[in-house]
Each structure stands twice: as structure tokens, then as C-alpha cells.
């Protein structure tokens, strides 16, 4: 058990309403990650942080921007949702930018 | 940039017969690093191994065994005697220190173990 967790576990939402996606961790591992998952894909990187307040994109960034104020919280932010986002959503976390990732459940997300 | 390929879709084995998953990268880097991922039906995302780009050397792990070959830049993953509880998506996924902090994820391998 990794000690990350992430809220909510399941959403619904409609097409153009703000969604936040919130990943937790007892780790105090500096590194964390947003991934989307989707079938034929594998797993693509939305964005990712490397501390307090720093954080840059990955390979699927647009429509979508996180926060990260704590250590142990990155937040994941769909400022208007829409149906190509509707996906599954895993937080990592890594002590180091080369270190394995561990993965949280994963949030079920669909957009109507 | 990088790259991995996980050619194989889906194996569909019958219980105790072996199955290798192929994984074939591709990066400019000399410095990387190689992981499997097993993602059960339950969905969770379970880490199986780490290698880097300077240890050659193959690995043993109970039932699992990994082939890292440099020369043809692959990765593969054998499951001996496989089981039910093998069955799961696999996923091939590559770090190079030239993309700082972006792994790259095949798009996994389905496999079925059927009694």
C-alpha cells in the first residue's frame, strides 16, 4: 500500500461543468502525476508536479490544469468538461523523478 | 522522444502453459529505465519490476522472468505455468533522463488464462 488515495472514486458529470479531481498522499514523496487512461492508449501523462507549487505538462495537458499547495495534495482540475475527457484518472507518486511510480485506484470519470 | 511498443494485444493461454509479452522501446538516451505493470481486472495498477539501462542482467521472480536485451532494445516478460489469477492487462513503460519525469506507457497486453 503506496498511502494514496484519490476522490472522488466514481463521477458523472455533464459537458461543460468544472470537475476536480483530488489525489491524496501520506508518502511525503515529492514527485506526483495525473495520468488518463483509456482503451488502446496504455496510460498518458496529463501533468505532472516535482514540488510544492511546481508542476508542468505532459503529453495530454489541454483542458486541464492542477494545484499543488500541500505536499501531500494534487489536485486535478477540468475547467469544462467534455465527453472526449470522460476516461479513468490514476494519481502516481515517486520520491524521485527516476523512481518507480506508484499508483492510487484510479477515478472513474464520465461526461455526458 | 520515446517510445514503447507493446505489439501483442491480447494472449488468450490455457492454465499452466507459459506466455511472453513483448516489449520493444525506443529512446537516444544512454540512461533509462524499464518497468512492468500488472493491471488485474479490479483495476488497480500493481508494479512487478525496475531495471536499468546499465544492468543487463535477466531476472527470475518466482513464476516471472524478464529478458533485457539492449542490442534489440526489448523488454520482454515471461510467465511460466501461468495461472487464472495472471489474467490482467500488462504494461510495458519507459523513463529516460531525457524527458525528466515522463514515463512512457506501451498500451498493454491483455492476457486470458483459462482454466
Known amino acids: 500500500d503506496a498511502g494514496i488515495t484519490q476522490s472522488p472514486r466514481h463521477k458523472v458529470t455533464e459537458t461543460g461543468t468544472p470537475v476536480t479531481l483530488r489525489c491524496h498522499q501520506t508518502?511525503?514523496?515529492?514527485?506526483m502525476y495525473w495520468y488518463r487512461q483509456d482503451p488502446g492508449h496504455g496510460l498518458r501523462l496529463i501533468h505532472y508536479?516535482?514540488?510544492?507549487?511546481?508542476?508542468d505538462k505532459g503529453e495530454v495537458s489541454d483542458g486541464y490544469s492542477v494545484s499543488r499547495s500541500k505536499t501531500e495534495d494534487f489536485l486535478l482540475t477540468l475547467e469544462s468538461a467534455t465527453s472526449s475527457q470522460t476516461s479513468v484518472y490514476f494519481c502516481?507518486?515517486?520520491?524521485?523523478?527516476?523512481?518507480?511510480?506508484?499508483f492510487g485506484p484510479g477515478t472513474r470519470l464520465t461526461v455526458l | 522522444a520515446q517510445k514503447v511498443t507493446q505489439a501483442q494485444t491480447e494472449i488468450s493461454v490455457v492454465e499452466k502453459e507459459d506466455v511472453t509479452l513483448d516489449c520493444v522501446y525506443e529512446?537516444?538516451?544512454?540512461?533509462?529505465?524499464l518497468f512492468w505493470y500488472k493491471q488485474p481486472p479490479s483495476g488497480e495498477l500493481v508494479f512487478l519490476i525496475r531495471?536499468?539501462?546499465?544492468?543487463?542482467q535477466n531476472e527470475i521472480s518466482g513464476r516471472y522472468s524478464w529478458n533485457f536485451q539492449k542490442s534489440t532494445s526489448s523488454f520482454n516478460f515471461t510467465i511460466t505455468a501461468s495461472q487464472v489469477v495472471d489474467s490482467a492487462v500488462y504494461f510495458c513503460?519507459?523513463?529516460?533522463?531525457?524527458?525528466?519525469?515522463?514515463?512512457?506507457f506501451g498500451a498493454g497486453t491483455q492476457v486470458v488464462v483459462t482454466p
Open positions: 502516481a507518486i515517486s520520491e524521485w523523478g527516476t523512481d518507480t511510480q506508484y
Open positions: 508518502e511525503n514523496h515529492r514527485y
Open positions: 508536479s516535482y514540488g510544492v507549487k511546481d508542476t
Open positions: 529512446t537516444r538516451d544512454t540512461t533509462y529505465y
Open positions: 531495471r536499468n539501462s546499465f544492468d543487463e
Open positions: 513503460a519507459l523513463f529516460s533522463t531525457d524527458s525528466w519525469g515522463k514515463f512512457q
